[in-house]
Nanobody, 123 residues
Framework: QVDLLESGGGSAQAGTSLRLSCVAS????????MGWFRQVPGKGREGVAI???????MYADSVKDRFTVSKDKTKYTLYLQMDSLKPEDTAVYYC?????????????????WGQGTQVTVAS
């Protein structure tokens, strides 16, 4: 059974940092495509960052050079380091195991999602 548990969300001021964590179980973290998507009310989910089994990373243009995705196999944990936060980064962030396509541009397919964690950035 795949289980993803996010933590680390909260409130922050613009220009500061937050780090999200996602503890994974039920599959092998290092060989799979993992990522972060986010969603604001009234809009669809938006891909933020992914990292595949070889360590290849992909970012949305809106977060490039500000966010960093990584994973620690010893802790079975996926991270999203978010620096230089902006009010437009406010959203619910979801950890995801992507099983079909490994990209930030689509979440098509049967993927596994965490419960989400709220990030709110004040200006």
């Amino acid at each position: 059974q795949v289980d993803l548990l996010e933590s680390g969300g909260g409130s922050a001021q613009a220009g500061t940092s937050l780090r999200l964590s996602c503890v994974a179980s039920g599959f092998t973290l290092m060989i799979n495509c993992m990522g972060w998507f986010r969603q604001v009310p009234g809009k669809g989910r938006e891909g933020v960052a992914i990292i595949d089994g070889s360590g290849r990373r992909m970012y949305a243009d809106s977060v490039k050079d500000r966010f960093t995705v990584s994973k620690d196999k010893t802790k079975y944990t996926l991270y999203l380091q978010m620096d230089s936060l902006k009010p437009e980064d406010t959203a619910v962030y979801y950890c995801v195991l992507l099983t079909t396509v490994c990209t930030v541009h689509s979440d098509a397919g049967r993927n596994y999602w965490g419960q989400g964690t709220q990030v709110t950035v004040a200006s």
